[in-house]
């Protein structure tokens, strides 16, 4: 009898295995411009703002926007400026506004992917406006006092990160961070670069092209790391 059920249970026990396995696997975006290109790991952690971000990259959504606003030391923000928000407007379907998707083990060390959003109450995040933390480094003075302030708390890991690489602590559990750059990090000084006016608006428009990776196309770019 077990000569029979063996080779069944073994059976079943892929069956539930390989979609687990699938799910565990990251997607993968490219992101360009004129200055250079990197490539992003989206972060299974946050679902909802990762299959909004790759349903609009597919409908080359963002492929028609910009990055914007340019903050040397703080950060890159593309996509939908935050007047297309306003309530006096008419929202585009794509337009709308995501619940938080917030976990400590996800935070604003430089290079990493979030939503940018206005000031309301929930938190929630503009669905079309992206943003790329550069950032600065910190020492733990001032990290605890960002702690204090924010009631926030950093792991030695995260505080290691943030004395060494930098980001934007302070925006921890505020905005939702859903990806990281794993190949291409001086993406973030070419274009911070650019010249910009006060107001951190490049004098010639910063173009975005934004691609999803097949698997075949990931293992190419991060073979070549």
Not at 23 to 28: A, I, K, S, T, W
Not at 38 to 65: G, M, S
Not at 147 to 165: C, D, N, P, S, V
């Amino acid at each position: 009898m077990m000569k029979i059920l063996k080779p069944l249970i073994v059976g079943i026990l892929c069956c539930l295995l390989v979609p687990a396995i699938a799910q565990q696997n990251n997607q993968y975006v490219k992101i360009e411009t004129a200055q250079g290109y990197c490539i992003v790991k989206l972060y299974n952690e946050t679902p909802i703002h990762c299959d909004n971000f790759i349903k609009l990259v597919r409908a080359r959504y963002f492929d028609a926007t910009t990055f914007n606003r340019i903050l040397k030391g703080f950060v890159i923000q593309g996509g939908d400026p935050d007047s297309l928000y306003d309530k006096s407007k008419t929202l585009k379907p794509e337009q709308k506004w995501i619940q938080p998707e917030f976990n400590t083990a996800l935070y604003h060390k430089r290079g990493v992917l979030a939503m940018g959003r206005d000031d309301n109450k929930a938190k929630a995040s503009f669905s079309t406006q992206i943003y790329m933390v550069d950032g600065k480094t910190y020492n733990n003075p001032q990290l605890d006092a960002i702690e204090k302030k924010y009631g926030l708390h950093f792991t030695e890991a995260q505080r290691e990160t943030y004395r060494t690489i930098g980001g934007t602590p302070f925006l921890d559990q505020n905005y939702t961070v859903f990806g990281e750059i794993v190949k291409g990090m001086d993406f973030i000084d070419k274009v911070t670069a650019v010249k910009v006016n006060k107001d951190g608006n490049p004098d010639k428009e910063v173009w975005m092209k934004i691609t999803v990776l097949s698997n075949r196309e990931i293992a190419k770019e991060l073979k070549t790391m």
